[in-house]
């Protein structure tokens, strides 16, 4: 019987809420509907885009609507609590203090398993919304990690931009050409991997696997184990 319950405040965007909880069920050892990971799935979609809000010093709002999600999820008594958002962590310190139910870091969980691996990953890019790179949550996290993390240029960070809102969010369209332009240039300034530090980008990863990270995959990963269950690879 399931003890813990597992809390997803998502809807930042629909699609990769979707793909979260999908990953969580295919990477879970089950044989069995009652050997799954017990979830609520609070998919959030009208809540303020979390670029515009850093961007225009929104963030109390932001606050505000993530606090109602919060005692939603403590109503409900979930165990722990996975946001599948890189931009919403620029305020989880924040979220975190309104409660005492753990919020699973992804932006703590992705660089933890770099430095773990860091053999392998040398100089890393960093593709992301605005919002997340004007926060520097990753750099700083880099910084703790004594890692290397590359910001792209300001016209190359707005083909990101581009792609993850004109192209993903509005069309549901990936374009692999739009996407290896931009890899390229990351690797011809000495990257190594790149980060699709936005879950909208995810998409991308199963084209590009050679060469990306995906952090909705170590937060899926520490979902998986601080629910009690086996977490299995592809």
């Given amino acids: 019987m399931n003890t813990t319950k597992l809390g997803i405040i998502g809807g930042m965007g629909p699609e990769a809420t979707v793909d979260f909880y999908h990953r969580i069920v295919n990477h879970t050892v089950a044989s069995k509907d009652q050997e799954h990971i017990d979830m609520v799935i609070l998919n ?5 885009d979390r670029t515009y809000a850093i961007k225009n010093h929104l963030e109390h709002e932001l606050l505000n609507s993530l606090q109602e999600d919060i005692h939603v999820m403590e109503n409900l008594q979930v165990t722990n609590i996975a946001i599948p ?16 139910i753990p919020i699973i870091n992804m932006i703590e ?26 926060s520097g949550m990753y750099q700083s996290c880099f ?3 004594g890692l290397s993390l590359h910001a792209p240029q300001k016209d ?17 369209y990936y374009d692999n050409e739009k996407f290896k332009k931009i890899l390229t240039y990351f690797l011809q300034s000495g990257c190594d991997h790149v980060i699709l530090g936005c879950t909208e980008l995810s998409g991308f990863k ?15 990963k520490a979902c998986i184990e601080k629910s009690g269950k086996t977490y299995q690879e592809d």
């Fill in 44 to 48: 959030h979609a009208s809540i303020i």
């Fill in 156 to 172: 190359i960070q707005s083909q990101i931009m581009d792609i993850i809102y004109q192209d993903i969010k509005a069309k549901g």
């Fill in 206 to 220: 199963s084209s590009f696997k050679t060469y990306s990270i995906d952090p909705m995959d170590y937060l899926v």
């Fill in 109 to 134: 969980e992705t660089v933890k398993y770099i430095f773990e691996n860091r053999n392998c990953y040398k100089k890393i890019g960093l593709m992301a919304t605005d919002g997340t790179i004007l």
């Fill in 85 to 100: 958002c890189n931009t919403c962590h620029t305020v989880l310190d924040k979220i975190q203090e309104l409660t005492t």
């Fill in 143 to 145: 910084d703790k990690y």
